[in-house]
């Protein structure tokens, strides 16, 4: 897990030699979270790698835990594999609630609201929303900072653009507290995109600039798409100079810079005019 602070190709090493030591048989890791191994092909944009990990893993165990079906969920949702997540998550939810663990419960709550989130809009957020209050009472931190970045893709495309800032602080807030440099780009990718929609343009660019990565690039497509429309409205050399600008700065420069934007928008949107 040190790809969370940045140390991504040691990261990876670390993978590759877990998942060779598990197939030799020594026996399984509690729990199942070894398909968490392949979490950290999402941060280098190869998801498929994440969808081959858990497979493995499913294949070479016989009780098919609920967290290695979640990752798979989600490894296929990043993959853009059309709807092999929903059918990958078929059950997931009921299997989880008969472990009455309120970690696998809010984790497999997160991993169906990401699969469905574009084909079943109201029941993504539905779930995420339950597993963002589970995770909270049981103190899962993890999970709720996760199900709080993924809210903030569902709620900023389906839901209400002033609840969702909310959820924007709370997952930037928690992944720096916790040093999670690698995740917090998520959060800020998303942000960007709703900036985008809402013409608050520069700081869109600032934020973009900042937050692109092999893992925004790949597993939240819209800021790509957003980046195109803010060159095409702010034009080439002024988006590329605000994303430069955004680029350059510390990660504590990013955070203070995004919660002052965030500010002022939610501001705006309870005053408008």
Known sequence: MCYLAGRIEAAVGYSHAAQVAMHSG???????????????YLIVGQP???VEVCRAQLQRRRDAPVIIRACLVQALAFAGRGEEPMAAANGLIEAAEATRNPFVLSYALCAYGVACRDANPVGALDALRRGLLIAQDSGNRTNETNLASSLCRSEAKYGDPLAVLGYFTAAIRNYHDSGNVAVMRAPLAILAALFDRLGRHESAAIIAGFALSPLTARAFPQINTAITHLRDVLGEATYESLARKGEAMTTAAMVTYAYDQIDQARTELEHPG
């Open 26 to 40: 020594r026996g399984d890791v509690p729990f199942g979270l070894e398909a968490l191994l392949g979490s950290v």
């Open 48 to 50: 498929e790698r994440f």
